[in-house]
């Protein structure tokens, strides 16, 4: 059995992303890996968030508020979530986890709120037996070159171009 931990990429501007990490991260509880969610760039509350709360050998950790959209955020909020996603960064170096989500780390590190070199450590360096998701937009070509899996997701259409808001257990 090969036991290598591979790099997996999600990005594109389609919806599914997270989704689709998400379901691996189900898939490898299912079958007894201890999983680690790391969420950047989210705060708010999302309804998978208590279905994962009940699954034991999952973990979920994100910022404890919601900053809003990168482009709204002051100089206070971007150095306050910067903090929080360097600790996420830190708890996910120490993790001996057999997965490790790293969801919306593709704008976060873009961005500049994290501390890149942790981050380009943790991606590029992780344990050989660690299996690694990275989702978002426009993933850097250091780990698009470095990844094993990417699926890119396209929006061909969406609900918001017609007028329709975000819908609860759906969207969020």
């Known amino acids: 059995m090969n036991k290598k931990g591979l790099l997996h990429i999600y990005c594109g501007d389609g919806k599914g992303k997270t989704t689709a990490a998400l379901g691996l991260g189900l898939r490898a509880a299912g079958n007894g890996m201890n999983v680690l969610i790391i969420q950047f ?3 708010t509350h999302t309804s998978e968030l208590e279905t994962l709360k009940l699954i034991p050998n999952i973990k979920v950790i994100r ?3 919601n900053y809003g959209f990168t482009f709204s955020m002051t100089e206070k909020d971007k150095a306050e979530i910067t903090e929080c996603h360097n600790k996420m960064l830190e708890t996910a170096e120490k993790s001996n986890a057999d997965l490790i989500i790293l969801d919306e780390f ?4 873009k961005c500049g709120l994290l501390d890149r070199e942790k981050a380009e450590r943790l991606v590029l360096e992780r344990s050989e037996n660690t ?14 070159s470095a990844a094993d899996y990417i ?4 929006a061909v259409k969406h609900p918001y171009t017609q007028g329709i808001s975000a819908r609860k257990g759906i969207e969020y």
């Open 151 to 154: 699926s890119e997701i396209h």
């Open 106 to 109: 593709c704008a976060a590190y």
């Open 41 to 43: 760039l989210k705060g």
């Open 63 to 65: 910022c404890d508020r």
């Open 131 to 144: 299996e690694m998701v990275l989702t978002g937009r426009q993933p850097h070509e250091k780990f698009t």
